[in-house]
């Protein structure tokens, strides 16, 4: 009787699609299903009475074994991310649940595990992510689609780029996408934050002087643009630079060359420029804030990066992209997103954009115990608010500006606060409250159109 039992229970395991052995308390498997003979290489009569970790070789087995796990919470975990070694020393990713195995008494006497073969959802993720991406930049936006079909191109020309786009869009991960796919990907990388240097600095910090050239410069300092010599200058923020400097740019685009200060000779260079800027740099023109001779020269080929809340599409897929960066980085398995926080990710105006979203889930993956992100691990100012959600209708920019007075209010006006909340810098935090008349934390929104 107690025979057919057991043979009658081997059936039931045997007919499972998902692999399934047990271990007694020594770690030694007592029993090992057909599905766990496939996925894993090794046939049943090798795999009973050896220790488990003999069998999976897996990542997770010597630093944060699963069921071990499960013994000391006492609780299941399930659906947790794993990559095993086959006997034929393929590795591949399975998805692991656990729980305790207990005897008629309730005394634990072992543990069991399910797991399932990943690769074939993995190899469809990642053809679909290829489909979805170019370098690190992910997307699909049919803009960003389009960019990515043309960005190839882009980068073999050597020409001049601009990219222009709010805050947190990508600007700098074009930038480095279209040096590393270029002719002079092997080279130097150098990024240049224009609006971050005084207008004393700016000059030296590119072009570099000679000793001599001021009280303080002792030696020889290369600037940005010899850094950048057979590489790319990444000029961020260059809406910003001051027409002085202006002038020295547009002889370096004319005539390939520039001037360390002091120096008496120029000094040739084949630094790729690429520029960025979150200011729409023909209006900066028009304003007669920018020289329209260096714009013609910048402006050769412009790639518009869209605010994320015009491309909501792209939510789900960059929050996927940033769960698996942090699983990486702090070794977790978190699997995604409940529905609800998913909702509130789609419904948030994100005026942090994409480095917004990645802050978004950095902190989730703090408060996050398990291997779902809750609503409540997202931060504050994501929340469903008590205040009335943006009505259909409303601009762009009036959301921003919605979203912005609301996290003022939510941090009683501390701008810091503020604007770390929204995943943005100080600055731009004070250059978007300028740019949409926010002039005091508490005052009453007007809806700008
Ligand atoms: N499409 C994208 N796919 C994946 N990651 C992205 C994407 N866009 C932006 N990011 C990430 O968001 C963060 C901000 O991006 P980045 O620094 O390139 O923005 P930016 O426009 O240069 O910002 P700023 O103007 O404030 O310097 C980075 O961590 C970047 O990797």
């Known amino acids: 009787m107690a025979a057919a039992f057991v043979h009658h229970h081997d059936f039931i395991l045997d007919s499972l699609a998902e692999g399934v052995f047990t271990v007694d308390l020594d770690w030694r498997i007592t029993s090992f299903n057909r599905a766990a003979e496939r996925i894993t290489g090794t046939p049943k009569d090798q795999a009973i009475g050896r220790f488990c970790f003999e069998v999976f070789r897996a990542d997770a087995c010597e630093s944060g074994c699963v069921i071990r796990r499960t013994m000391k919470a006492g609780r299941p975990l399930s659906n947790l991310s794993v990559h095993v070694y086959r006997a034929d020393k393929r590795r591949i990713p399975i998805s692991v649940s656990t729980a305790l195995l207990r005897d008629e008494a309730g005394n634990v006497v072992g543990g069991v595990e399910t797991f399932q073969d990943m690769s074939a959802?993995?190899?469809?993720?990642?053809?679909?992510?290829?489909?979805?991406?170019?370098?690190?930049?992910?997307?699909?936006?049919?803009?960003m689609l389009r960019l990515f079909h043309l960005l190839p191109q882009v980068a073999a020309s050597g020409s001049t780029i601009l990219i222009q786009g709010a805050s947190g869009t990508g600007k700098e991960l074009v930038a480095r996408a279209i040096h590393h796919h270029s002719p002079q990907g092997q080279g130097p990388?150098?990024?240049?934050?224009?609006?971050?240097?005084?207008?004393?600095?700016?000059?030296?910090?590119?072009?570099?002087?000679?000793?001599?050239?001021?009280?303080?410069a002792r030696q020889d300092r290369p600037g940005r643009f010899a850094m950048a010599q057979n590489g790319t200058i990444f000029l961020d923020e260059i809406g910003d630079i001051s027409p002085a400097v202006q002038v020295r740019l547009l002889r370096v685009l004319q005539e390939k060359t520039y001037e360390?200060?002091?120096?008496?000779?120029?000094?040739?260079?084949?630094?790729?420029?690429?520029?960025?800027?979150?200011?729409?740099?023909?209006?900066?023109?028009?304003?007669?804030?920018?020289?329209?001779?260096?714009?013609?020269?910048?402006?050769?080929?412009?790639?518009?990066?869209?605010?994320?809340?015009?491309?909501?599409?792209?939510?789900?897929?960059?929050?996927?992209?940033?769960?698996?960066?942090?699983?990486?980085?702090?070794?977790?398995?978190?699997?995604?997103?409940?529905?609800?926080?998913?909702?509130?990710?789609?419904?948030?105006?994100?005026?942090?954009?994409?480095?917004?979203?990645?802050?978004?889930?950095?902190?989730?993956?703090?408060?996050?115990?398990?291997?779902?992100?809750?609503?409540?691990?997202?931060?504050?100012?994501?929340?469903?608010?008590?205040?009335?959600?943006?009505?259909?209708?409303m601009t762009l920019k009036a959301i921003e500006r919605e979203a912005i007075v609301q996290a003022l209010r939510r941090h009683q006006g501390a701008k810091m606060a503020t604007a770390q909340a929204l995943g943005i810098d100080k600055n731009t935090l004070r250059r978007k409250m300028l740019r949409l008349g926010i002039s005091h934390p508490t005052q009453k929104t007007q809806q700008t159109q």
């Open 189 to 216: 990388f150098v990024a240049v934050n224009c609006g971050a240097l005084p207008d004393t600095l700016i000059e030296s910090e590119l072009f570099g002087h000679k000793a001599g050239a001021f009280t303080d």
């Open 121 to 143: 959802i993995r190899e469809l993720q990642r053809a679909l992510a290829k489909d979805h991406s170019f370098a690190d930049i992910v997307s699909k936006s049919p803009a």
């Open 260 to 393: 360390p200060l002091g120096a008496s000779r120029p000094v040739a260079t084949n630094a790729r420029i690429v520029a960025a800027t979150h200011r729409d740099l023909a209006q900066q023109v028009r304003a007669e804030h920018f020289r329209d001779d260096l714009y013609y020269r910048v402006n050769v080929f412009k790639i518009d990066l869209p605010p994320l809340a015009a491309r909501k599409e792209d939510i789900p897929l960059l929050t996927e992209h940033f769960i698996q960066r942090y699983n990486h980085l702090r070794a977790r398995s978190v699997q995604g997103v409940s529905r609800e926080a998913m909702a509130a990710l789609m419904q948030h105006a994100w005026p942090g954009n994409v480095r917004e979203l990645e802050n978004a889930i950095e902190h989730a993956f703090v408060l996050c115990p398990g291997d779902i992100i809750r609503l409540e691990d997202l931060p504050e100012h994501l929340l469903p608010a008590s205040e009335p959600p943006p009505s259909e209708g």
